[in-house]
C-alpha cells in the first residue's frame, strides 16, 4: 500500500478547455486518447462552476480534482479517491501561487504561453513522480526564477525574497480587481 | 495536436487569440534543433527550441524513434553551455525524452555525474533527479556513494532531490534503497520541512517492506514506529504533510496490531493530538484516519465528528467536501455519530458545489430518522431539478435503502420515485429509479400495487426497449398475484399496438401469464393472443402460437396445468451462458440435445463484486452469469477419455490446487472431477527444466487416509517435453451418492531423459526418478456447487420450513468477523448471495447462500454471525432444503469443520 500522497496529474488548460501544459504521474492514462478524455471530461464538468475566490472541488471515475480559475486559465490537479483533498488544494494553491509570482501578477493564456518554460519548470518544481516536492509557492518560484540568474553570481536571498515580496503584492492586487 | 491550435486562429480573422506557438510544426522545430550543434551556443535561442519542443509534446505529438534519438543527441551538446537556466531545461528535456536504450543513457550519464557533484546546488539537486530516473541497477551502485551523501546534504533542495528519487528507485531496486538507512535517519531530523517529510516517506517505505511483507513480524514495526512517533511529537515535525505521513504511518500500524493487543488502542491519543493540530490537512488527516479505525468506538469517533463539523460550515468548498465526504463513510456503519451534524448537513443541500450536495443528501438519507423523511423528501424534490443524472442515482439509491429501513414511509418515497421517473432523464438514470421500485414492490408487500401501476405509466411512455421489457417481465411474475390482476392487461396489450417488436413480444409472454396463471381471465387473454397472430413480427407470432397451443381451453374457463405452467413460465436453473455453450457445441445427430447435460456450475467472480460495493443487486437480480468455459472444456477433456465414459455426469470440477512450490522443476497441479460415484484427479504438470524430457509420467496416489475410496484407473502421460503442460489423471471409486472425504498423498513418478539443448533430441536411455508432491483433500466443499439464486428471500420462503435444520455454534477467537464469515462461506462452498460484503467495524452480519449438493439437492443457508466478548465469534445456522438428510449434512460439515 503506496502511504505517501501522491498526485495523479496536474493540468493547466485554457479557458475552451484546449491544454497549455499537462504532467501525468499516473499510467491510468496510458495514451493521449485517454489524456485528452480525462482533460474534456474534468473541462466540462468544471467549465460552468465558479472557482474563482476559493479552489473547488469535484469527484469522478474515482479520482478527486480539485481546481481554481484565473482570469482565462483553468488550473487542476487530480489525485486518486482515496486522497487528501486539503493536500492536493495545497498543491494547486502552490502552483497558482507560484505562477502568480513569476508571471508578475499577470495571470492569463497570453503571458503563460510566452512563458512557457517558466510554467514547464514551475511543475517540475512541485511533483517529481507523482511525489510532492514542494507546495510554498516563494519557495517554488525562487527555484525556478533563480535559473534565470547567471551561474556564478551567488544567490542573494535578500534581493530575491523582496522581488517576490513586490510580485506577491502586484498578483493581491490584481485579484482585488 | 498541434493542428487544434492553427486551426483556432484561422477560424478567427481576429487576432486576439495570439500564441507564440502559432503555426508550430513539429518538421520546423526538429531543423531548428540543429542550433544545438552549432560551435557557438546561444543559449536563448536553444532555450526557445527546447520550448518549442515541450510544448510539442505536451500537445501530445510523438517523435518518431529516429527523431527521438537525433534530438536527444543534440541536446546533449548543450551540456558545454554554462548557461543555468538552458541546463534547467536540458534537464526536462531529456526526462521527457526519458530514453530507454542503454548506449544512448550512457552519453549523457557522464555529464550528468559531472553535475551532481558541481558546486551549483541546483545543477546537483536537477542531475541526480535526472540521473535516478534513466538509471539502471550497475549505474546505480556506481552513483551510490554521491546520493548518500547528497541526502544528507545542507542543501534541502539537493537533500529532497535525492530522498524523492530513493522513494522512486524502491520500486526497482529495493535492496541498493534500503543500505541507505543511516543517511535516512539522520534526514528524518532535518530542520528543513521538506527534507523531514521526503525522507519519512523513504523510511517508512524502506522500513516496511522487510517487516511486514517478508517476515511479517508486526511486533518490530511497532516498535519502530513506537520510536519514530514519539521522538517526531515532540514538536519536531515541521512540515504539515510530514505530518500526515506519520498519521497514516500510525494508522497502518495501529490496523496491523489490532489483532495482537487487547485494551486500550496504541497511539489513539497520537491521532487525537494531531486534531488540535494548526494545519488543516494534518486536522482532517487525523479525524479521517480516527474514522476509519477498527471497530472505532463512538467515544473515539466524538472528537473527529467535532472537527469535522466545523469544517461543514468552512468557507472553503475543499473542506466542506472532505469533511461531508468523510462523514457520509462514517453514516454508513454509525449514523448515530453523525446526527449532531445533521443541521449543518441541511444548509449543505443549497451549496454551489453540487458534489458536496449530494453528498450531504445522501449522509442525511443514511442518518434521518422516520420523522424526519417527509421533510427531507420535499428539500430533495427541489433539489432534484438541478443536479447531473449520475448524482441523482446516487440519490435514488440511497432513497432506496432509505425505505428499505423504514418500510412504514413506502408512500411517499414511492411517490417521489414515480415522480422524479416521469421526468427527463438517461438510460442509466431510469433504470437505477425502475430498479429501485422494484426492490420496493418485492420487500414491502404493501407497496406492491401502487408500485406495480406506476411501472405500468412508465411503460406507457417509455423510450429504453431494455427497462420496457424487464417491466414487462416483472409484471408478468407479480401482476397474476394481485387482487385485480385485469387493470394491467390494458397497459400490457398497449404495448402490443405501440412498440417495436422486442417489446411486442415481451409483452405477448406477459399476457400469456395472466392466462396460465388467473383462469378466468383466459378467456379474453385468448383473445387478445389470437390478434397477436397476425403480427408482422416472426417471434411475436412464433409465441403467441406457442402459448396458444400449450395453455389449450380453446379460450375457456379451465385450469392450466401445472406441468405447462412449468414448462413455460418456470425458472431455468441452468445458467444461460452455461446453456448457450451446450447449444453451439451440440452437433445435430439421431441423439437429442439433452438440457440435464449442461453443467449447472457458476464460475463467481468474488472479486467484481467486491470491488464495486457501491452496485448493489440489480432490480432483475441476475445472477452473476461468469464465463462456463472451463467447465465445458473439462466435459468435454474427460468425456475423451474412454476409462471415465462410464461415470456419468460431471456433477463439479474444483478449481486447481498447486502441489507444488512455485519456480520447482516440475510444477503439478490438481483438478478434482466429482461424479456421483466417482472422483478424477486430474494433474496438470509441466516441465521447467529444457534439458529433460520426461516419459510415462503417473501420479502415485496413497489413499490409505481416505478409506472410502478405492484406486480404479490411473492414465499415465506418454511424454512431457520442456514447457509445454500435459496431464495425467487417476479415478477412484467412491460409495455412490455419499459425500465421502479423505487425504491423499501423492507422488511424481516418471523416466527422465537427457535432452541436448543445442539440438533438442533426447538421449535413447532414461532413468526411473520420482518427485514428491503436496497432500491434496477431498473436502466437503468438493460436493457442493456454487449456484446462486436471483432472489433468496422467495426462494427461501418457497423452501418452507419443513426441513429446516438450525443451530448454534460457537467459533472461538476470530481475527475478524469478516474473516470467520469468509472461512464459514469456503468451508461450505456455496454462493453468497445479496448483502454478503462484511462492513467495517460491524458487531453483526447476515450472511445468504445457496448452492447445489451432490444428488441435485438444493440448499439454501442462512448465516447469522454475532461477535461474542471482544474477539469470540457466534453463529446461528439455518438451512433449509428439500430433504432433511441434506440439512443434516450441511450441519455435520460445519460441526466437523
Known sequence: MELCPLIKNILLLDSEGKRIAVKYYSDDWPTNAAKEAF??????????????????????????????????????????????????????????????????????????????????????EIVDGGIILETDANVIAGKVASHSMDAGAPLSEQTITQALATAREHLTRSLLK | MA?????????RDDEVDYSPFMGIEKGAVLQEARVFNDPQLDPRRCSQVITKLLYLLNQGETFTKVEATEVFFAVTKLFQSKDIGLRRMVYVMIKELSPSADEVVIIVTSSLMKDMTSKTDMYRANAIRVLCRITDGTLLTQIERYLKQAIVDKNPVVASAALVSGIHLLQTNPEIVKRWSNEVQEAVQSRAALVQFHALGLLHQ????????????????????????????????????????????????????????????????????????????????????????????????????????????????????????????????????????????????????????????????????????????????????????????????????????????????????SNILREEGGFEYKKAIVDSIVILIRDIPEAKESGLLHLCEFIEDCEFTYLSSQILHFLGIEGPKTSDPSKYIRYIYNRVHLENATVRAAAVSTLAKFGAMVDTLKPRIFVLLRRCLFDNDDEVRDRATLYLNTLGGDGAVVQTGEDVKEFLFGSLDIPLVNLENSLKNYEPSEESFDINYVPKEIKTQPLAEKKAPG????????????????????????????????????????????????????????????????????????????????????????????????????????????????????????????????????????????????????????????????????VAADYMLKVGVSNFRNAWESMGADCERVDEYGLGPRESLAEAVNAVIDLLGMQPCEASVVPNNSRSHTCLLSGVYIGNAKVLVRLQFGLDGPKDVAMKLAVRSEDEAVSDAIHEIVASG
Open chain 1, 39 to 124: 482533460e474534456k471530461s474534468v473541462f466540462t464538468k468544471t467549465q460552468k462552476t465558479n472557482a474563482r475566490t476559493e479552489a473547488e472541488i469535484t469527484m469522478f471515475d474515482d479520482y478527486i480534482v480539485v481546481y481554481k480559475f484565473v482570469q482565462d486559465l483553468h488550473f487542476f490537479v487530480t489525485g486518486g479517491e482515496n486522497e487528501n483533498e486539503i493536500i492536493l488544494a495545497a498543491v494547486l494553491q502552490g502552483f497558482i501561487d507560484a505562477v502568480g509570482l513569476l508571471l508578475r501578477g499577470n495571470v492569463d493564456k497570453k503571458e503563460a504561453l510566452e512563458n512557457l518554460d517558466i510554467i514547464l519548470l514551475c511543475i517540475d
Open chain 2, 3 to 11: 493542428q487544434p491550435l492553427v486551426k483556432k486562429d484561422d477560424d
Open chain 2, 206 to 417: 524502506e522500513s516496511h517492506i522487510p517487516f511486514s511483507e517478508s517476515f511479517g513480524i508486526r511486533q518490530n514495526d511497532r516498535l519502530a514506529v513506537n520510536k519514530l512517533v514519539s521522538s517526531l511529537t515532540k514538536g519536531s515535525v515541521r512540515s504539515p504533510l510530514a505530518q500526515c505521513l506519520l498519521i497514516r504511518y500510525t494508522s497502518q500500524v495501529i490496523r496491523e496490531s489490532a489483532n495482537t493487543q487487547a485494551g486500550d488502542r496504541p497511539f489513539y491519543d497520537f491521532l487525537e493530538g494531531c486534531l488540535r493540530h494548526k494545519a488543516e490537512m494534518v486536522i482532517f488527516e487525523a479525524a479521517r484516519a480516527i474514522t476509519e479505525l477498527n471497530g472505532v468506538t463512538s467515544r473515539e469517533l466524538t472528537p473527529a465528528i467535532t472537527v469535522l463539523q466545523l469544517f461543514l460550515s468552512s468557507s472553503k468548498p475543499v473542506l466542506r467536501f472532505a469533511a461531508v465526504r468523510t462523514l457520509n463513510k462514517v453514516a454508513m456503519t454509525h449514523p448515530m455519530a453523525v446526527t449532531n451534524c445533521n443541521i449543518d448537513m441541511e444548509s449543505l443541500i443549497s451549496d454551489q458545489n453540487r458534489s458536496i450536495a449530494t453528498l450531504a443528501i445522501t449522509t442525511l438519507l443514511k442518518t434521518g430518522n422516520e420523522s424526519s423523511v417527509d421533510r427531507l423528501m420535499k428539500q430533495i424534490t427541489n433539489f432534484m431539478s438541478d443536479i447531473a443524472d449520475e448524482f441523482k442515482i446516487v440519490v435514488v439509491e440511497a432513497i432506496r435503502s432509505l425505505c428499505l429501513k423504514f418500510p412504514l414511509k413506502y408512500r411517499s418515497l414511492m411517490n417521489f420515485l
Open chain 2, 615 to 778: 452496485k448493489k443487486p440489480t432490480g432483475f437480480g441476475a445472477p452473476p452469469a461468469a464465463s462456463p468455459s472451463t467447465v465445458d472444456a473439462y466435459e468435454r477433456l474427460l468425456s475423451s477419455i474412454p476409462e471415465f465414459a462410464n461415470f456419468g455426469k460431471l456433477f463439479k470440477s474444483s478449481a486447481p490446487v498447486e502441489l507444488t512450490e512455485a519456480e520447482t522443476e516440475y510444477a503439478v497441479n490438481v483438478v478434482k472431477h466429482i461424479f456421483d460415484g466417482h472422483v478424477v484427479f486430474q494433474y496438470n504438470c509441466t516441465n521447467t527444466i529444457p534439458e529433460q524430457l520426461l516419459e510415462n509420467v503417473t501420479v502415485v496416489v496413497d489413499a490409505s487416509e481416505a478409506e472410502e475410496f478405492a484406486e480404479v484407473v490411473s492414465k499415465p502421460l506418454r511424454s512431457l517435453p520442456y514447457d509445454s503442460p500435459g496431464q495425467t489423471f487417476v479415478a477412484f471409486e467412491k460409495p455412490e451418492g455419499i459425500p465421502a472425504v479423505g487425504k491423499f498423498s501423492n507422488m511424481l513418478r516418471f523416466i527422465v531423459k537427457e535432452v541436448d539443448p543445442s539440438t533438442g533430441e533426447a538421449e535413447d536411455y532414461g532413468v526411473e526418478d520420482e518427485y514428491q508432491l503436496e497432500e491434496l483433500e477431498v
